[in-house]
């Protein structure tokens, strides 16, 4: 069983800069892919990003790419979502989720609806002004 808890998210101007972070507890968190989601009312979760368990393999939404970045530091158990040059398009509750099993990192992103998650956090509001 996997607990997944994020942190740090908050208000930032357009342009500027946030650090987003996900703790797991529970076993085997260096054999779980992770990924970052977030959702707007009315609309689908996005998939934001996600990083592969062991061969560093990443993705990213085109709307982020270039702007941020995913890493892990499988002694801490933890995920980052580094976010520079935010949007207001950006403000959204961004989710961490975690899957013990996935066929690439694209489709983890791409394909949630179908493939599904194993854990999710619940969650941190990211708002962006203008």
């Known amino acids: 069983q996997v607990q997944l808890v994020e942190s740090g998210g908050g208000l930032v101007q357009a342009g500027g800069s946030l650090r987003l972070s996900c703790a797991a507890s529970?076993?085997?968190?260096?054999?779980?892919?992770m990924s970052w989601f977030r959702q707007v009312p009315g609309k689908e979760r996005e998939g934001v990003s996600c990083i592969s368990s062991s061969d560093g393999s990443t993705y990213y939404a085109d709307s982020v790419k270039g702007r941020f970045t995913i890493s892990r530091d499988n002694a801490k158990n933890t995920v980052y979502l580094q976010m520079n040059s935010l949007k207001p398009e950006d403000t959204a509750v961004y989710y961490c989720?975690?899957?013990?099993?996935?066929?690439?990192?694209?489709?983890?992103?791409?394909?949630?609806?179908?493939?599904?998650?194993?854990?999710w956090g619940k969650g941190t509001l990211v708002t962006v002004s203008s």
């Open positions: 989720a975690a899957k013990r099993r996935i066929t690439t990192v694209q489709a983890m992103c791409v394909m949630v609806r179908y493939w599904g998650m194993d854990y």
């Open positions: 529970g076993r085997s968190f260096s054999s779980y892919a």
